[in-house]
């Protein structure tokens, strides 16, 4: 459940650190003004103080949105914790200052100013603590558990589930071993999670149980095997992780991350599994989809008035499409063909003088206009601007069987537009084409690499030969 609510706890931790701020100003003004302890000079009035700690809270929070401080971080240490609640605020102090002295502020009190860092890292760092105690203990009770599959019952896995026994603080649990030659542990190592099947059983083991992520603990000698476990894992959505007894087979980017004090290597690096490109993209996409909405309006009336005086039906078709984390949600557009059944607008392609468009709706879908109420997508959080081009659910269960690596594009939120769409593949076009394109921009995905897309999209224009 909690890990369900990682969003909320992300807010509630920004919300409690602006409120400890506030508390930390109020104790500095004592101690610095009201406690006789510290001699000072007239300080300005009580106020003037209020609207600088309060600037001074948003600028930390701003920050440590920037710097992925309120990431999940179960695997760190809490000196990593300390070193950000340092950096955090000793910048936004600089900041600070750099605003007073802009606006010519020579009277607030260094000194005070000074005092109050102090305060707030000491402050911070404490309930930082407490917080970080209290999900531990939390943790070792059974509770936000994640839950990892180790392939391999052999030295590496049995030695990978020891170490991990080792932290219970960190909140997982092996649910099994997968062993391809041996069907239970010696007698030593009874103890341990049984194993609950082979290793070609992946597939149907993942779809009957709740499996976070994979741990792949295979000896060097069956590296030929890796390749289908990553596609299945793929497949599926599930993330896998590699202890690295092998050097020799990485199937795409690879990094380095430590788990339970093993190195491991993580087969998909996702740049937008940061919290602050998350965040950077979500307001891009925001502003973006607002302008736009703004600047078509006159279109989108033109076209609702055409839709509405030329075939009777609804204005807007809404289809159901799978998107970020294979959740469904329903795709807006406007309707550019005859009324269909639902059976046949959920399972069957659109074709060349397919003789279910309307006259309108031709037009519209080769000039791309019906693709305008997804900016209303956009805004409701179901798609960004740019992403992989979402599918209907029917095609998407095709789809994963026949092409290597298609779920990967649901690591990420669909787009209106994409790589795939700006490099010409659209309509009836090689799928695995656009998925390597897809998975392409999912791992190179930057700003800047968005602004390219969506430039290349405006400049080729929205006629499409192949949008039918």
Known sequence: MIRQSQRFLT?????????????????????????????????????????????YGILAIGISYFVNFYTPKRKKQFSFEVLKIVQVHSFSLLLLLSVLFILKEVDVSRSYLLLFLVNNILAISLYRYMVKISLKRFRQKGYNKQFVLILGAGSLGRQFYSKLKQHPELGYEVVGFLD?????????????KPIIGTIDELESILNKLIIDEVIIALPLDAHRKFGSIINVCEKIGVKTLIIPDFYDFLPSRPYFDNFADMPLINVRDIPLDELRNRLFKRAFDIAFSSIAILITLPVMIASVIAIKLTSPGPIIFKQERVGLNRRRFMMYKFRSMNVLTENASNTEWTVENDPRRTKVGTFLRKTS?????????????????????????????????????????????????????????????????????????IENWTFLFDIKIIWRTIINGFINKNAY
């Not at 508390?23 to 000079?41: C, E, Q």
């Not at 290597?404 to 309509?427: C, D, E, F």
């Open 369 to 441: 206009l019906d693709e305008l109420p997804q900016f209303f997508n956009v805004l409701f959080g179901h798609m960004s601007v740019v992403g992989p081009r979402p599918e209907r659910p029917f095609f998407v269960e095709q789809f994963k069987e026949e092409i290597p690596k298609y779920m990967v594009k649901h690591h990420i939120r669909p787009g209106i537009t994409g790589w795939a769409q700006s490099n010409g593949l659209r309509g009836d076009t090689s799928i695995e084409e656009r998925i390597k394109h897809d998975i392409f921009y």
């Open 180 to 192: 391809d030659f041996q069907e239970k542990h010696e007698i030593s190592y009874q103890h341990y």
């Open 11 to 55: 807010q509630l931790y920004a919300v409690v650190d602006f409120v400890c701020i506030q508390l930390v100003f109020l104790f500095s003004w004592w101690l610095k003004f009201n406690s006789g302890w510290i001699p000072y000079d007239s300080p300005l009035p009580f106020k003037h103080y209020v609207m600088w700690s309060v600037t």
